[in-house]
């Protein structure tokens, strides 16, 4: 059961007046993050929209303490700070790492997939808008085929999406999990979960990007659900190398055997303006295939 909106914790560590844009989902995850987590948590993060959000050097609207690091090392900060803390017998607080795909994907993974080996004890967040959006919307190994981005901007990128949940997932990480911005009974549950964990915790956060996605900023939320509707994201956790287990949407839609067409959420975004009938048949086969394999390892 997801948590519901009247039992979220009062207090707020993000606020009023972000410099991020109009309908960055990222914002709503991370107020959601945050209030699983509590006061006790230090944020390391690279170059990226979170540090936009964070804002400029002595205000923030940010009441935790946070880090910048630079762009390929985030998971290297967070398992210095762990290192500190635990030398320091204050290992009461929670150190997360939150970096982009472009940070995560590309950048980033030397320092991870180390960290994750040696299990350090963290919780690294990729939170996930498919391309390098605050550098201006190029292309990264997380954006779909088919998109459109400033560096794919004639002929849209022909490469799928890195899988980079299996490639985690065969680090045997203390906890996994998927989420979406969009669901932050969901999101809250994952993180209050992850903060009892010891050990490497991973959580890929898909957040829809109004402005590098090309869709109008009221309709974050709806693009968001629209991701897990179509099964193009799936909402599921994995314990210390178990078994998946389905959650929220994903689990309910598992239950019906009902998905909705991936048309529904494509054709909303203008970054895949160019894609064709044949080019939308073959994303949906790849959805289905992946949903399929999802549902058969759940156990449906």
Not at 95 to 105: E, K, P, Q, R, S
Not at 173 to 187: E, I, K, V
Not at 230 to 251: D, F, N, Q
């Amino acid at each position: 059961m997801s948590t519901t909106i009247m039992e979220f914790p009062d207090q707020e560590y993000i606020l009023p007046g972000t410099r991020t844009c109009a309908g960055c989902g990222l914002p709503i995850a991370y107020r959601y993050i945050l209030k699983a987590l509590g006061p006790k948590t230090i944020v390391t993060h690279p170059a990226c929209c979170l540090t936009i959000l964070h804002g400029i050097y002595p205000r923030t609207p940010v009441a935790v303490n946070a880090v910048n690091n630079t762009f390929a090392s985030t998971a290297a900060s967070a398992s210095g700070l762990a290192a500190g803390l635990k030398a320091t017998g204050r290992e009461d607080y929670t150190v997360l790492a939150m970096a982009g795909d472009g940070g995560t994907f590309d950048m980033g993974i030397q320092a991870l997939s180390g960290a994750a080996e040696r299990e350090t004890d963290f919780i690294y967040v990729c939170y996930d808008n498919e391309a390098y959006m605050n550098t201006g919307v190029q292309r990264s190994s997380a954006t779909p085929s088919g998109a459109l981005t400033t560096t794919t901007a004639v002929v849209p990128k022909e490469q799928p999406k890195k899988d980079f949940i299996q490639i985690m997932e065969a680090h045997h990480p203390a906890y996994l999990a998927t989420t979406c911005s969009s669901f932050p009974g969901d999101l809250y549950n994952k993180f209050a979960k992850a903060k009892d964990i010891r050990g490497t915790r991973f959580v890929h956060l898909m957040v829809p990007c109004p402005s590098g996605w090309g869709f109008p900023t009221r309709d974050t939320v709806k693009i968001g659900r629209l991701a897990v509707e179509t099964g193009v994201v799936v909402l599921y956790e994995v314990e210390r190398g178990g078994p998946i287990r389905l959650t929220g949407k994903s689990l309910s839609m598992a239950r019906s055997g009902r998905k909705r067409p991936v048309e529904e959420y494509l054709r909303p975004q203008g970054r895949f303006k160019k894609m064709t009938p044949e080019r939308i048949a073959l994303f949906q086969q790849e959805v289905d295939q992946r949903w399929a394999g999802l549902l058969q390892r759940a156990g449906f």
